[in-house]
């Protein structure tokens, strides 16, 4: 019985570790964007500070401190074997720029590293990517 209950109390904590980002509010900070197009050829570069806040329901992306784009989720699937080092999430938004635009934000982490990929999927020839150099649950 007691085989049991330490096994219970060990799966509890591996679901909980597993699943610890997910429904969380995050904060996803990177200080460069490669903008590439469809074919994954980069366009250009920017050395900029960016920050993105995703709440269950928000997404506001700030660049420089200037929030430059806010927005509803619609949808929110998340998947990490390892809490932000593998794993990946998609995240789909409406945009409230330029009247709603909808958008497509995949937050995936292979080896340790995790990136950011944003899109208006009216203009999917410029995916925005950014490594991100810190990828956290926000504390209340």
């Known amino acids: 019985m007691k085989t049991i209950i330490i096994g219970l109390a060990v799966l509890l904590t591996l679901v909980t570790a597993v699943f610890g980002q997910c429904g969380k509010t995050l904060i996803l900070s990177s200080s460069k964007t490669d903008h590439v197009d469809a074919a994954g050829k980069l366009i250009n570069s920017d050395k900029e500070k960016v920050e993105i806040e995703i709440t269950k329901t928000t997404i506001d992306i700030a660049v420089d401190g200037t929030s430059r784009m806010k927005g509803t989720v619609t949808s929110n699937t998340c998947n990490w074997k390892v809490p932000f ?29 995790v990136t950011a990929k944003f899109v208006l999927l009216d203009n999917p020839g410029d995916t925005a990517t950014l490594v991100l150099d810190q990828f956290e649950a926000k504390l209340k």
């Open 85 to 113: 080092k593998t794993g990946k999430t998609v995240i789909n938004a409406l945009i409230a720029k330029d009247g709603g635009k909808k958008s497509t934000l995949t937050i995936e982490g292979k080896d340790g590293k």
